[in-house]
């Protein structure tokens, strides 16, 4: 068991603000990420927060301020569940970084995304309620996390279109997969806007402010930015990240490994983002010229993911296996991983490959009798 | 001036039932596209409506039936402008049929799009008038256009989710750019879904209809279907073509032109399709190594493309320019032209890239002399 009540097989890049990633194992487990091996990301230490004396307060171009209690907002508003996947804005920064280092920012795989089951109540109820101004556009949300990154440090805060935070699917949730949330996943309550990047789904929420322009906060204004691969980091420079944008990896068989030649099942997920889900997802073997159609399973509604998985006959030798994903726009990944490089390495939707050797059972002999 | 008032400099690629796309040149004028230039995608003929006898009849899913005169609708609802680029899900077919022949589809180059301000009433509006019941989850719309193609022949029509009906882009519109519809646009009324593909913007509209399930028309179960490249086209063959994928390309120079040698302006349109906007248009001279951004032109609104011009200093000799633009979910359109190859010739996004000849007076003059 790692820290937080974390299995052993988290990927942990950094303790302290604790940052760790799923394994593809466990990602591989099921479409449903077990709270256990649930990726965090997080800017801050995990802050001490008194349940009983937590309250979150929401201002700014509101009718009416509000501050209102756990136990206010379990009995005042209708309790919502949903299943959501959560993606890092930085998965699979890994692989830009081995074109290119990305110093100070952590070398993530594909494990920094999961789907779970969220409950809570529709931050558009709360909203409601307060009375969002004329001039309300955009709705900020600010957590008790203290990040030093930010200098002078400043508390984690981000921001989404109010047209967006108004929508039922974004929820004020207590509750992941079930069970009360964990501190480290932003108990008493965080926010969850399903196909929107991580950053946005602020942990350990304390106030929400309904304001005419996006968060000027360090995390929205100049961190979680696409900088063009000569551009420099800065207040306003380059776009904002908010949507998710289409993406995919392999779960199984791992980059590398050897399988015996013959049937080899592939597994993997793909993540439309936004308000789009995963229409197909194609998988080739040589080289992109011929795809074949990978199985899509279990369909955990509009915001999560789709798992996938096909049966490739690989002979043996060498193979290198290419993946697409195609959103419901018909929109696919684009190829070239190199050409996606930036300063801060989000966005990393290329193509995923990955190589395997294929043994038979005669090969996988002499090569123990080689090593012996 | 060719048929149907359109200017002569259409390039039409069927005469009856009309097909045409406007010149890149007539594009470049501007970011709202003249009706006189605008393209048209019919599967039937243009039909004879008497506007005065004309009623929209609205049916299915629904707590009650309407029937509505032009006169009621304008009356009876509030009126509203927007603009939005409309863009056929075959525009830029021409670059697949170029790696594979496309039998009976029209070779359609980058003008099967175009933006143009439109004016009614939104459906929206009309519907909860008719109350969705609660087995409405689809809108279909139905023409008055007979279409041979489907065999044996149907009127055209088509279905979008009801949540998107529902929101106030979707218009039935009377209009286009200030004057009344044309017939060959689409009056007396059409729908207009800003961010779909333009096949489920339904000219001469006559119904609409609520339904559990997507149309079962030819043009929604059978056509504007995106299949493998190895599928073949049958009812519900392949994923139902809807949103409008990130595209883009360039207007001038064009492919195969020369320019003089020193700074070239280039200049094209980008379009993000869905809820999404153009967030960044990469361009490259060096086979993507290294990207320059373009400048974004006139911002019409979150339904219309972006214009967007770049400077490039091209020395004498040949070069190759190629463009990527990028939505506001931070993604950016797949490379390769040949691997999106696909039986019916749909959404070909590929990033496009143009060749031009960068010569100085001094070879001006030699080839002129070569020349006579």
Redesign the interface.
Known sequence: MSRYGKRADLIVHEHEPFNAETGLAALAEGALTPTDAFYVRAHGAVPHIDPARWRLRVGGAVERELRLSLETLREAFRERELTATLQCAGNRRAGLMAIRDIPGEAPWGPGATGTATWSGVALGDVLALAGPRPDASHAAFEGADLCPEARPAQRFAGSIPLDKACRPEVLLAWAMNGRPLAPVHGAPLRVVVPGYIGARSVKWLERVELRPTPSEGYFQHVAYR?L???GRPGPGAG?P??????NADVLAPADGDSVDAGPVEVRGYAFA????HV??V?VSVDG?R??A?AELLDDLGPWAWRQWRITLDLAPGDHEIVI?A?D?????????EA??WNPKG??N?ARPRIRVRATTAEQTQESGRCSS
């Open positions: 696409l063009p691969a000569d776009m990240l908010g949507l998710v944008a289409l983002g936004g308000e789009r229409a197909r194609d992109g011929r795809w159609q697409r195609w419901s726009s018909a929109a696919t990944q684009p190829e070239d050409a996606l989000y966005v939707n």
